[in-house]
Nanobody, 118 residues
Framework: QVQLQESGGGLVQPGGSLRLSCVAS????????MGWYRQAPGKQRELVAV??????NYADSVKGRFTISRDNAKNAAYLQMNSLQPEDTAMYYC?????????????WGQGTQVTVSS
């Protein structure tokens, strides 16, 4: 009913930048919070950044380097990642809390891989 599609991942050198995109589609009435999570091999999934209507919150490890934004008209969220480090290597997942015709539910994208290596 609702799908999230991430894009923008890839291989970058330390100090480089990437911009991730997440677009929601389907039977969407409205979207509340949107966020980005990441999971590295052998580690648990962790919150990277979340954005509400006007407020944002970041993990301490990315604060000052990453910026989350959204475009409500496009049902989209973005994650600008600067000064990337090898420790940022992970699968990045988009999450959206979506109101449909029936309920409020959280949805996950399939993930996009970010690899930081020289």
């Amino acid at each position: 009913q609702v799908q999230l599609q991430e894009s923008g991942g890839g291989l970058v050198q330390p100090g480089g930048s990437l911009r991730l995109s997440c677009v929601a589609s389907g039977n969407i009435f409205s979207i509340n919070n949107m966020g980005w999570y990441r999971q590295a091999p052998g580690k648990q999934r962790e919150l990277v950044a979340v954005i509400a209507a006007h407020s944002t919150n970041y993990a301490d490890s990315v604060k000052g380097r990453f910026t989350i934004s959204r475009d409500n008209a496009k049902n989209a969220a973005y994650l600008q990642m600067n000064s990337l480090q090898p420790e940022d290597t992970a699968m990045y997942y988009c999450r959206a809390d979506v109101y449909t015709a029936t309920d409020l539910r959280g949805y996950w994208g399939q993930g996009t891989q970010v690899t930081v290596s020289s």
